[in-house]
Each structure stands twice: as C-alpha cells, then as structure tokens.
C-alpha cells in the first residue's frame, strides 16, 4: 500500500509539473498572438493613413489640372471626373460621378446644352474598339468647336492613345 501511495504521490507531482507547464504554455501562446494581432493592427492603420494620403493627393492634382479628365474603366464606368470637366460642360457633380455610366455622362451633357449631336450614334463611334482615324478626327473637331478651341491652340502631340498598338510600340 505504501508504495501504491508512493506511486500516487509521484503520479500526482507530475500531473501538477505538467498542469503548470500547459498553463505556461497557453499564457505564452496568448501573449505571443496578442503581440501578433497588435502588430498587424498597428499596420493596418498605418496602411489606412498611407491610403487616404496617397488619395488626397490624387484628388489634389487631379482637380487642380487645368484640363477636363474622366477616366472610365473597362465597363465604361466612371472611376475619376476633375472639378475642370464639371466646369467646362456645365455638369452636376450628382450625376456625373463615380460609378456613373460612359452614357450617363453624355446624357447629362445633351441635357445641358453641351453636347450636341445623336447620343446613340456618338457612343458607337466613341467606343468602337476599330475606331478610325477619320472617325476620331472627326469627335475631335467637333469638340473642339464646340469648346472654342481655335486651330492654333492646339498643342503639337498633346494626345496619346494609350491603347492603340502604335503607342504600345513606341
């Protein structure tokens, strides 16, 4: 009996030594994620700061270029329109704004007096993906026309399709 107690008593000690060590193990574990879920915390705010700077200084040149600029993406979505391009047409910044559609636009323009011309008709030569260049000579004109812009004005190289395949080579 004696050494069954002897036994008990061993087996006890290293159930004790074992508890301690797994409640060490899991006070270690749980410092260790605390410190991990600060870290990224930390960085996800500064990531967040980082962002609304690199935003608020898009926004700043953007609206502070003398042209009108409307980016759309490949949906034909607006994703960027300056204050300039509200201006110049006339535009209601509650319509024309992001997520608005390329049509939208110049509905509003037609609706406003600064757009002149067949809607359906603009929007198929526009965005026709083989457009030529006597069809875009032709948008060009006529916007410049309509905006005033006399011959002379016009800045040499000023217009770079980014898409065409001649502007990928070069």
Known sequence: STTASAALAD???QIEILIAIAGLSVLAIAALLFLVVRKLSHQHRASKQRLSLEKQRLDTAVNN???GLL???AKQHLIIC???YLEMY???PEI???GCSFRDVITHRKETGSFVGDI???LEVVLRDAQSLEEGQAIAQALMQQLGVAPEQRLAG???DLLSPSAIAA
């Open 120 to 122: 359906d008709h603009y």
């Open 82 to 84: 300056n204050k300039r």
């Open 65 to 67: 270029m003398t042209q």
């Open 90 to 92: 006339g535009l209601s």
């Open 11 to 13: 087996w006890r000690e």
């Open 71 to 73: 980016l759309f993406d």
């Open 158 to 160: 000023a217009y770079l």
């Open 96 to 98: 024309v704004k992001p």
